[in-house]
């Protein structure tokens, strides 16, 4: 049974950091595009950044762009998400997803999440 399992997320001042990391079991991590998705309460569930399977290709949120910075160790099955300059918006549930072939940021696409991880960033 495929298994993605977020961990680092936690609790922050304004302009502090985190480092989140999603491990994959039973899954050909390389064959994958996987991403970083958030849901804040009332609000839909957002692509922040994906990464294509060689990793060569990473678009992200416009929200995000220039703070965040995804990456993935195929090796590991391992994929992180280096969040710096965070700021309360940015609080939320962050889940880690995969699907096979290529990234995108839409949330229906994707075939496999994790059970997400709450980052909460204080004013």
């Known amino acids: 049974e495929v298994q993605l399992v977020e961990s680092g997320g936690g609790s922050v001042q304004s302009g502090g950091s985190l480092r989140l990391s999603c491990v994959g079991s039973?899954?050909?991590?390389?064959?994958?595009?996987v991403g970083w998705f958030r849901q804040a309460p009332g609000k839909v569930r957002e692509g922040i950044a994906v990464?294509?399977?060689?990793?060569?290709?990473?678009p992200y949120a416009d929200s995000v762009k220039g703070r965040f910075t995804i990456s993935r160790d195929n090796a590991k099955k391992t994929m992180y998400l280096q969040m710096n300059s965070l700021k309360p918006e940015d609080t939320a549930v962050y889940y880690c997803?995969?699907?096979?072939?290529?990234?995108?940021?839409?949330?229906?696409?994707?075939?496999?999440w994790g059970q997400g991880t709450q980052v909460t960033v204080s004013s």
């Open positions: 997803a995969a699907k096979l072939l290529l990234a995108t940021t839409q949330p229906k696409r994707y075939q496999y």
């Open positions: 039973d899954i050909s991590f390389g064959e994958y595009g």
């Open positions: 990464i294509s399977q060689s990793g060569d290709d990473t």
